[in-house]
């Protein structure tokens, strides 16, 4: 849905508080996310693209009569997505009403969330994954004794501040989401605010735990942590989960599925969501 928000003269501040804009739907948002431009980008290009990456990882998986670890991922990433309204309501995440959007009037969800969030997420955690994978084995390669954990960890902070940077920051720059009031310090971008400390510590956790978790797509023919965490080996003849019938495929799968589920709530959502509710603080945006 969508429709044209209103401003709110100064007379009528109990309706919005300052800087705030009257939606169509009776909900209050930051005035920067009213008119955001360019959102056919998230509304369009992205699903399309997400879409079209994951038509190509199907074909694979078919090709190849298994489930490859790009899919895995992919998906697996995918189905988080609808935690994300919880943890925007506890880090106070107002996402522009100009997005196709829905809203789900529960406690502790935020309005206006996009349509586009699963196919983002299918996107925007994987390439986190996988760069950051990269980058590890860079290190590796120059420092032997290093494992891949702890690689993961020297890169950790400095990796994901740089993609929140890219991400987040230019979001806020664009009117796309905005932290409203942010919680900590935080830069104005503009149209939104950009924290620098919450929700920004939590990055450096869930998607660097994933990736450590599911190792890199070259070594899918051995069983993973998350794999080994689930005892999948007793469900194989031989150490290859690629050679694992479909019934095997399917459980790993749902310990995948899972891990990323519970991973997530514990990663993100308790600690937004407990923050919130324990401080009190507060927004009048969602």
Sequence with gaps: MRGMGVLIPAGVADIC??????????RCVPEGL?????TWVLDVAIPVFAAVMVAVMVRDAIRKRRLTWWLLLSVCSAMCWWLETFGDWGQHLSYSPEFRHYTLDWVGTAPHNPYWMPLMYAVYWVAHAWAILRLAQYIQRRRPSLSLGKAIMVLTIPVTWVWNLAIEGYAAYMGWWTYE???GPFLDMGRGNWPLLWPMLLMFTWINLIAWMVGPPEDENQLNRIERLFRLDRLLSSPDPTSGSWRFQ???FLSWTA????????????????VRAVTGWDTPYS
């Design 17 to 26: 508080p300052q800087g705030g804009v009257l939606w169509t739907d009776g």
């Design 34 to 38: 009213v008119g955001a431009p360019a």
């Design 181 to 183: 009031p942010p919680i």
């Design 250 to 252: 399917l459980v790993r």
């Design 259 to 274: 891990f990323f589920q519970v991973s997530f709530a514990a990663c993100f959502l308790v600690p937004l969501m407990g």
